[in-house]
């Protein structure tokens, strides 16, 4: 990071050509070849034939860009249909790295079918940034977990490394009712219950009516679940990793752990007392932004990654409400929080119906560059300039940059909102803290996670790589798996199981290894090991 920081200087130059007008075009003079992209729509990408990064790429590269949106919520569906029969294929797709059609084993199908193509050549003779990218993440093993069974890479990644990204449950809690009733954030999961009775029973919106709902989530995503959260009270709770940890360096997995009833009671009593909503289980992601957000004031507590996520950057009556609070201690002395381990998504894939490859993929690897990342922060002078001496960032380090106008999760025509392949070579950790302060959601961000720092596992499990013989059946299994250990956290928080029955509890675990759990056990520590 402080080889980028004090490369800044350079990566500014780049961008002063830009911004005037004066870098040439590759391939100027010549016929332009045409690139046919597809992606889900993005709401706030203004107009993408406007959009000043792709204007600048197409100068850059010499190509016309064009765009197929694809509706939202049939963006998946609709890939899918034409990569399996391989009509009405785009040159290329990008936009999907947070969905799962191109990871395994869905990406495994495509490979199959011949309807992607392999990039590791193209790496090999054209990827001067992509390479010098597997270089700087070496630590993050990117090329590796790029690499499929058989050798060969098939997407373009999209990757964050920074401590924004670092931890995908804060709990937030509203300070103004904490205020009101004169407590202070809770510390143990004991507090927790004392707080959030108070929350219920003490009218800390002070509208005389039992309006206060004092936790609440949704299944929309496992980050604003607060039964994710609070497990981590209790033993290490991994969603992404079908829940399973490392400790002495063997992998074990925490649903059937006595450690996991005990947080499960903990919550069917959070549940059972009204403390818990149980909209928390019903209502979708709208919702759960209506309610954080609502006028009246009527939510204690929820979790999120990122507070923008669910908390509106254009109320600044409600960005002021909640306050992060640091990960829970509970009955056994157990405080952690989840690591997320960045992982390279799959930002773009070249298709079978490409007529010209090497040339979508060098506009892939321009994506990947120093100077690509840095318009992430828009245009220098208005949006953004080089950091003054003095200057500190969001995490109170030396900033490189200083930052004038917060373009993430604002409409704007500036950047592509990184749907498309990027690397964030300069990071928010080298951003200064902008006038906005306490308003700032990345600044917010900053600091919640520097509560959260303290509180990593010692030990982590980077992610599952499975054989590619063995995998269909290991990824059922595991689909299997993570279905039981879901409906069994509903059952038993709701009430519909008995957490305290041990038959009930005896029948539920052995569910588990009946689905092959010994199995997804002895693959997941080879995947463990060789990252060791």
């Not at 006028?295 to 507070?307: C, D, E, M």
Request: hydrophobic share 40%; aromatic share 12%; with cysteine.
């Amino acid at each position: 990071m402080k080889r980028y920081a004090r490369g800044i200087s350079y990566l500014i130059c780049v961008m002063i050509i830009f911004l005037t007008g004066c870098a040439s075009a590759a391939g100027q003079g010549d016929e332009r070849k045409t690139v046919r992209l597809a992606a889900p729509e993005n709401a706030l990408i203004e107009d993408f034939d406007t959009n000043a990064y792709k204007l600048w790429l197409e100068e850059q590269t010499g190509l016309n860009i064009e765009m197929t949106w694809l509706p939202a919520a049939a963006s998946e569906q609709m890939a899918n249909i034409a990569l399996l029969t391989g009509e009405n294929l785009p040159d290329a797709y990008i936009g999907f790295g947070s969905h799962n059609i191109f990871k395994q084993p869905s990406l495994q199908t495509y490979i199959d079918a011949g309807t992607i193509l392999p990039l590791t050549g193209y790496i090999e003779e054209y990827g001067t940034h992509t390479q010098a990218a597997f270089e700087h993440l070496e630590d993050f093993y990117v090329r590796e977990l790029m690499t499929q069974s058989d050798g060969n890479i098939y997407f373009m990644p999209g990757f964050t490394y920074h401590m924004i990204t670092r931890y995908s449950q804060i709990l937030w809690m509203n300070q103004e009712w904490l205020d009101a009733l004169n407590l202070a954030q809770p510390t143990t999961t004991d507090e927790l219950y004392q707080v959030l009775k108070a929350f219920r029973d003490g009218d800390p919106n002070g509208n005389g009516a039992r309006d206060e709902i004092p936790l609440a989530g949704t299944e929309a995503s496992y980050s604003k679940q607060p039964y994710d959260n609070i497990m981590n009270a209790f033993v290490y709770n991994d969603p992404k990793n079908s829940r399973l940890y490392v400790e002495g360096g063997e992998v074990k997995f925490a649903p059937v752990t006595d450690a996991w009833r005990d947080g499960l009671a903990f919550l069917n009593r959070l549940y059972k007392e009204e403390l818990l909503s149980p909209l928390s289980f019903t209502q979708d992601d709208q919702q759960m932004i209506q309610m954080a957000n609502d006028p009246r004031n009527i939510l204690g507590a929820f979790t999120v990654s990122g507070y923008t996520y669910t908390v509106m950057q254009s109320d600044p009556e409600a960005m002021r409400r909640y306050k992060p609070v640091a990960p829970l201690m509970g009955p056994e002395g157990v405080q952690l929080c989840t690591l997320s381990f960045p992982l390279p998504k799959p930002n773009g894939v070249i298709t079978s119906a490409c007529e010209h490859p090497e040339e979508v993929f060098k506009l892939f690897d321009l994506m990947l560059s120093e100077e690509a990342g840095l318009m992430r922060f828009g245009e220098r002078g208005v949006d953004w300039d080089a950091a003054r001496e003095g200057d500190v960032s969001i995490f109170d380090t030396p900033a490189a940059i200083r930052v004038y106008n917060q373009l993430w999760k604002a409409k704007q025509n500036k950047h592509l909102m990184e749907i498309e392949p990027y690397i964030r070579w300069l990071n928010t950790v080298d951003v200064t803290q902008d006038s906005t302060g306490e308003l700032d959601g990345e600044y917010i961000n900053a600091q919640a996670r520097q509560l959260y720092a303290p509180y990593e596992p010692e030990e982590r499990l980077l992610t599952l790589i499975f054989d590619a013989e063995e995998m269909a059946e290991l990824y059922g299994i595991r689909g299997n798996i993570d279905d039981h250990t879901y409906n069994g956290l509903i059952d038993f928080i709701t009430g519909a199981a008995n957490i305290h029955d041990d038959a009930v509890w005896d029948e539920y675990k052995e569910t588990f290894y009946e689905m092959g759990l010994e199995k997804l056990l002895i693959a997941a520590q080879e995947s463990h090991d060789q990252f060791q």
